[in-house]
């Protein structure tokens, strides 16, 4: 049977860590949280879990992600975040994965609550999520604050049963404050990148997304929750693109440099700490 380290990444979660951690319990042989030092009883609920508890510097999720994978003491490892839960079926799926281990990752649907509601349908599900790994065999990667654990080529993943329970904003304004910052830091993101936006983008590419989330994936069957959730993702994108357009505008002027940039960005990662990216 192999060793598995649970992995968490910390930022004042002191209303949710609590239920994550007790989700593991019996499942663990090392939980690890590594906290970038919150004001709140993030730390302190933590240890009287039984975890250990580390204070990093936080400077995007993709960095905090592979230095936490980096301290863990096995190479099994879990990747959770503080507001999310295992479900009983995954917990006994991947209790069974741990006496038979066969494959470099192990993926798993993971479940929306918004604003009270579990969403089955549209963009936020199934919201398949790689996070049961042998971390040599790939690392976190991707754009800030969208990460991904990426395998390497060479590797084998399988689907495990039971899903990740993921409560996720619980008031619509919240997800709205969610949407500007984060909407500001992958467009600066993008830029860097080299991506650019354009009229097409900024009209259709929301459109389309709102058109096939909640018809072609059945969202309205979310009801009243599947259309404010859809409209806001799809208003995510046109926060993106729209800002993406207005940074490259003002490059060209002369009006915004990169190390400005660069600022800015690091400013909204330090103060925003951990962003809930939004799925789909």
Same mark, same amino acid.
């Given at each position: 049977?192999?060793?598995?380290?649970?992995?968490?990444?910390?930022?004042?979660?002191?209303?949710?860590?609590?239920?994550?951690?007790?989700?593991?319990?019996?499942?663990?042989?090392?939980?690890?949280?590594?906290?970038?030092?919150?004001?709140?009883?993030?730390?302190?609920?933590?240890? *009287?879990?039984?975890?250990?508890?580390?204070?990093?510097?936080? !400077?995007?999720?993709?960095?905090?992600?592979?230095?936490?994978?980096?301290?863990?003491?096995?190479?099994?490892?879990?990747?959770?975040?503080?507001?999310?839960?295992?479900?009983? /079926?995954? %917990? %006994?799926?991947?209790?069974?994965?741990?006496?038979?281990?066969?494959?470099?990752?192990?993926?798993?649907?993971?479940?929306?609550? #918004?604003? +009270?509601?579990?969403?089955?349908? +549209?963009?936020?599900?199934?919201?398949?999520?790689?996070?049961?790994?042998?971390?040599?065999?790939?690392?976190? /990667?991707?754009?800030?604050?969208?990460?991904?654990?990426?395998?390497?080529?060479?590797?084998? *993943?399988?689907?495990?049963? +039971?899903?990740?329970?993921?409560?996720? #904003?619980?008031?619509?304004?919240?997800?709205?404050?969610?949407?500007?910052?984060?909407?500001? &830091?992958?467009?600066?993101?993008?830029?860097?990148? =080299?991506?650019?936006?354009?009229?097409?983008?900024?009209?259709?590419?929301?459109?389309?997304?709102?058109?096939?989330?909640?018809?072609?994936?059945? =969202?309205?069957?979310?009801?009243?929750?599947?259309? $404010?959730?859809?409209?806001? $993702?799809?208003?995510? !994108?046109?926060?993106?693109?729209?800002?993406?357009?207005?940074?490259?505008?003002? #490059?060209? *002027?002369?009006?915004?440099?990169?190390?400005?940039?660069?600022?800015?960005?690091? #400013?909204?990662?330090?103060? =925003?700490?951990?962003?809930?990216? &939004?799925?789909?």
């Amino acid at each position: 049977m192999i060793k598995l380290s649970v992995v968490i990444i910390t930022y004042n979660e002191e209303k949710n860590i609590g239920r994550c951690l007790e989700s593991v319990k019996g499942l663990a042989d090392e939980i690890l949280v590594v906290d970038s030092f919150s004001e709140d009883r993030t730390r302190k609920i933590s240890l *009287k879990h039984g975890a250990r508890v580390l204070k990093h510097h936080f !400077t995007g999720h993709i960095e905090q992600k592979n230095w936490a994978f980096g301290r863990a003491s096995f190479h099994h490892i879990l990747s959770l975040d503080a507001d999310e839960v295992l479900s009983d /079926t995954l %917990k %006994k799926s991947i209790r069974n994965t741990k006496q038979n281990w066969k494959y470099d990752g192990y993926f798993f649907n993971r479940m929306n609550n #918004y604003c +009270g509601k579990w969403i089955k349908h +549209g963009s936020w599900h199934p919201d398949p999520k790689l996070r049961l790994i042998d971390r040599r065999k790939g690392q976190w /990667t991707g754009i800030n604050p969208h990460d991904r654990f990426e395998l390497a080529s060479v590797s084998k *993943k399988q689907k495990l049963t +039971g899903s990740l329970l993921h409560y996720s #904003y619980s008031t619509i304004p919240e997800h709205l404050k969610q949407i500007n910052r984060y909407t500001e &830091i992958i467009a600066i993101s993008y830029f860097h990148e =080299g991506i650019r936006s354009n009229l097409l983008k900024i009209i259709f590419n929301p459109t389309w997304k709102f058109f096939r989330n909640y018809f072609l994936r059945l =969202g309205f069957l979310d009801g009243f929750h599947g259309i $404010v959730l859809n409209a806001n $993702v799809a208003y995510e !994108t046109f926060l993106k693109y729209i800002k993406l357009w207005q940074i490259r505008h003002q #490059y060209n *002027k002369g009006l915004l440099d990169l190390r400005s940039l660069r600022k800015k960005s690091e #400013y909204l990662i330090e103060n =925003g700490k951990l962003l809930d990216a &939004i799925p789909g």
